[in-house]
């Protein structure tokens, strides 16, 4: 049940600490920079030349996140949404990896380019939270996030959980692919295993709740992010959407001057997303929409020059850049949630959706 929660989407943004930890738990070695993922021995992936990921929602977000984490050690990857994937048709062989992430394993789409991918030859990894769900039937490798049961419809937990399990599939990759590669920062897996504490401090925050309210009658809600703080973007304006029935758009900080800037008054408030990796440019990009009179609101560590213009602050801890990006959208889900909730929004099933989409 829900227990002392009046949704469970609210419990489950709350049990974060506790499925990450359970997510990590026997997989990594901060002493020897090394990473256990069970069935994936070192040397698994040695015969992989490229990755593909595909998925739909808020798990196309995780593996968005992902390829980025692996770009940035050298691998090639691309990133599809599933239901795309058969019209784009990127050519795929025996050297390609495919890496369905799907929480739920059921998903028509996700399961769709994971058939067609295994008809080219290509060897099918998936990441997802069910053991035996037909993903995990129907793929080569399996790689559990264990976060246990997500009930409500808005995936949380399940989000924190694949990235940080993409992020040691990463470093396993980068090990067997490219040989010695770093994902993160140096102390990457120390920061993974102080992560769960660190959510905690971000869940006993209580500013997402206040601002929520103050923004409550706003037009629109824009997300900008740079780097790994792109796929957050993206996520924190899906969940806004999805549970509050509010307009919010995500977009790549960058691009708001290519069109979107049109798009900016002081009723649509700004949510500026700072990873630690070229954030200067973001905040340029955060002081165009102020100049045109948008609130700011930054997520970004305490003392951050950010915080200088900007109209409201959701605060994380000072990480490693590969991590702040997913302390950042624990703020942006409590804040979709306080507002759905001041909404009197029917947050744990919101109209239209369901859980799992089991068609094309
Ligand atoms: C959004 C949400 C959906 C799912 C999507 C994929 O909060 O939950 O966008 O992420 O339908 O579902 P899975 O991960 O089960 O394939």
């Known amino acids: 049940g829900k227990g002392e929660y009046p949704h469970f989407m609210l419990k489950e943004i709350h049990e974060q600490p506790t499925s990450l930890a359970q997510a990590i738990e026997g997989r990594l070695d901060v002493e020897r920079d090394e990473v256990y993922l069970g069935s994936f021995p070192p040397g698994r992936f040695e015969d992989i030349d490229r990755i593909q990921f595909v998925a739909c929602g808020t798990s196309y977000h995780a593996a968005l996140y992902g390829s980025i984490a692996m770009n940035r050690s050298g691998l090639q990857t691309s990133v599809h949404l599933a239901n795309e994937y058969s019209v784009c048709a990127p050519p795929v062989d025996e050297r390609t990896l495919v890496i369905a992430v799907t929480q739920s394993g059921e998903t028509a789409d996700t399961l769709g380019a994971m058939r067609r991918a295994a008809a080219g030859g290509a060897r099918i990894l998936t990441v997802t939270n069910v053991i035996g769900s037909t993903a995990a039937r129907n793929a080569d490798d399996v790689l559990l996030i264990r976060a246990g049961p997500e009930i409500g419809v808005a995936a949380t937990k399940t989000f924190s959980a694949q990235a940080v399990m993409l992020l040691l599939l990463a470093q396993r990759l980068a090990d067997d692919i490219v040989g010695e590669a770093a994902v993160g920062g140096d102390s990457m897996l120390a920061d993974i295993r102080a992560l769960p504490e660190r959510f905690e401090g ?132 409590l804040l979709s949630y306080h507002a759905a909730d001041r909404l009197g929004r029917p947050i744990d099933k919101p109209r239209n959706l369901a859980k799992s989409v089991t068609v094309e």
Do not use: M
Not at 254 to 259: A, F, I
Not at 306 to 314: K, S
């Open 202 to 333: 971000v869940l006993e925050d209580g500013t997402a709740k206040t601002l929520a309210e103050s923004y409550l009658e706003s037009q629109s809600f824009f997300f900008i992010g740079r780097g790994l703080g792109y796929p957050v973007a993206l996520e924190g304006a899906l969940k806004f959407k999805e549970i509050t029935y509010e307009h919010a758009e995500g977009f790549a900080s960058g691009e708001l001057k290519h069109g979107p800037l049109a798009l900016v008054t002081p009723d649509t408030p700004v949510f500026a997303i700072f990873t630690g990796q070229e954030d200067e440019k973001v905040l340029a990009n955060a002081e165009e929409a102020h100049t045109r009179g948008a609130p700011v609101i930054a997520v970004c560590h305490e003392g951050h020059p950010a915080t200088d213009i900007a109209d409201g602050h959701l605060e994380i801890p000072d990480v490693d850049s590969s991590l702040a990006g997913l302390l950042a959208n624990v703020q942006l889900q």
